[in-house]
């Protein structure tokens, strides 16, 4: 089992950067595939960012590619997102998710654990 935890969120304006962590607890986190995921008010959950376990693949959503990246620390138990050129429609609380099996999946199903979320506000 895993458990997770989101750090960094905050309030930017329109072109900042901001790095999201997530620190995972228990001994298999570098088995893990990690993604990130978003919500906006009003809005489904979207996908953002995936990584595979050994960090060796990634996808991303249309929207994030180019300013967007993830990344993976296995000796750190940790997962990181750099987000650049920050948008307002990035507005949203962000999620970091792990998935044991299969390969890394844009589909919130594949992932058994989620952290709580950590909210990232940009303004114009």
């Known amino acids: 089992q895993v458990q997770l935890v989101e750090s960094g969120g905050g309030s930017v304006q329109a072109g900042d950067s901001l790095r999201l962590s997530c620190a995972a607890s228990?001994?298999?986190?570098?088995?893990?595939?990690m993604g990130w995921f978003r919500q906006a008010p009003g809005k489904e959950r979207e996908f953002v960012a995936a990584?595979?376990?050994?960090?060796?693949?990634?996808i991303y959503t249309d929207s994030v590619k180019g300013r967007f990246t993830i990344s993976k620390d296995n000796a750190k138990n940790t997962v990181y997102l750099q987000m650049n050129s920050l948008k307002p429609e990035d507005t949203a609380v962000y999620y970091c998710?792990?998935?044991?099996?299969?390969?890394?999946?844009?589909?919130?199903?594949?992932?058994?654990?989620w952290g709580q979320g950590t909210q990232v506000t940009v303004s114009s």
């Open positions: 990584i595979s376990w050994s960090a060796g693949n990634t």
């Open positions: 998710a792990a998935a044991r099996y299969g390969s890394i999946s844009a589909n919130a199903a594949r992932y058994a654990y």
């Open positions: 228990g001994r298999t986190f570098s088995s893990y595939h």
